[in-house]
């Protein structure tokens, strides 16, 4: 192998394992708060417009602004963190706006006799929720997951901006000192579809199961 290529992967090995970590935790990190909007979507007048305004917010505006505010805002407020968790903060921040979406809509798809039939045998409302609502829920928000941690994992490239050394930024470092860009983006672009084939295999498998576990 070329020795300025040799230098390629050590180097974005090592942005994989950044862009994993930072996504992974982002969807972790949003999914209560992106729980608590679905639920506030489905309530009152006012909870219900406060949900929308946040949506409104962080599905109508460009990620990178987001990350860049959140970025240079936090400094301002008092609060200092790493770029790296600066930028998770950020994207769990947006993709709790996304999330609610997709639990909002598995729960609503839900058939209504469903929760009557759980009514009519005794169940209560934390029974039927967790014993018929969720499993249904889930088996059906489950390639919407799917689809939004791929984006997100895509969207994790624009950390880049801020100093993460993500895939992206390790590509650019590796294209500056070895003049090889083609190869070092090529590179990256490779992790970025394993990544992707990989969390949708996992996903078919979790899809599988899940539908097995519902003919039980």
């Not at 992106?34 to 949506?55: C, E, F, H, Q, T």
Request: with cysteine; hydrophobic share 55%; proline share 5%.
């Amino acid at each position: 192998m070329d020795r300025g290529l040799a230098g390629v992967w050590p180097a974005l090995l090592d942005g994989f394992t950044t862009t994993v970590m930072v996504s992974f935790s982002a969807l972790l990190l949003g999914a209560p708060l992106a729980i608590l909007l679905a639920a506030a979507s489905r309530g009152g007048r006012v909870p219900s417009r406060l949900a929308g305004l946040y949506l409104s917010f962080w599905r109508g505006t460009p990620i990178l602004v987001q990350l860049l505010i959140v970025f240079y805002l936090l400094p301002f407020l008092g609060l200092e963190l790493e770029p790296t968790l600066a930028a998770t903060m950020a994207l769990a921040l947006n993709t709790a706006a996304f999330q609610s979406e997709i639990y909002r809509a598995g729960l609503q798809a839900i058939p209504r006799g469903h929760i009557e039939a759980a009514s009519m045998l005794g169940l209560s409302a934390s029974q039927t929720f967790f014993r018929i609502e969720a499993p249904q829920a889930i088996r059906l928000m489950l390639p919407a997951l799917i689809g939004e941690m791929q984006a997100l994992v895509k969207n994790s490239s624009l950390v880049s901006v801020i100093a993460v050394t993500d895939i992206t930024r390790r590509a650019q470092q590796v294209a500056a000192s070895t003049f090889r860009p083609l190869e070092a983006y090529a590179s990256a672009l490779l992790l970025y579809v394993i990544i992707g084939a990989v969390l949708a295999c996992i996903g078919l498998l979790l899809e599988r199961h899940l539908s097995r576990e519902a003919k039980r």
